[in-house]
């Protein structure tokens, strides 16, 4: 979340989130920032609720691309493949 505060400012190309702690932090001075931006969230992760994640991304006029991965928790155990995919796909279309 570090990472959207900073987006204010830096004005960055694209920005990519995984598992947003977004329960934790306070957002309404939050704006979303002006780039292409994906969200990746497991489905199962013990420490970021998927409908908070979900309900956040929502919350924006253009919501960010929100991909949900089926049964993956916070740290992407065993998963990483998975999350690189995304993270590739989505800088490969933003290339375009």
Do not use: K
Not at 35 to 61: K, S
Not at 76 to 96: P, S
Request: charged letters at 20%; proline letters at 7%; a negative charge.
């Amino acid at each position: 979340m570090i990472s959207l505060r900073a987006a204010m400012q830096a004005s960055p190309a694209r920005l990519i989130s995984v598992a947003p702690a977004v329960a934790h932090v306070q957002y309404a001075s939050v704006s979303r920032p002006d780039c292409p931006w994906l969200i990746v969230q497991g489905d199962a992760d013990e420490l970021v609720n998927v409908q908070d994640v979900r309900a956040f991304a929502a919350r924006f006029e253009s919501p960010p691309r929100l991909v949900e991965l089926p049964g993956v928790d916070h740290f992407f155990h065993g998963r990483l493949t998975d999350l690189r995919i995304q993270v590739v796909d989505f800088l490969n279309a933003e290339a375009r």
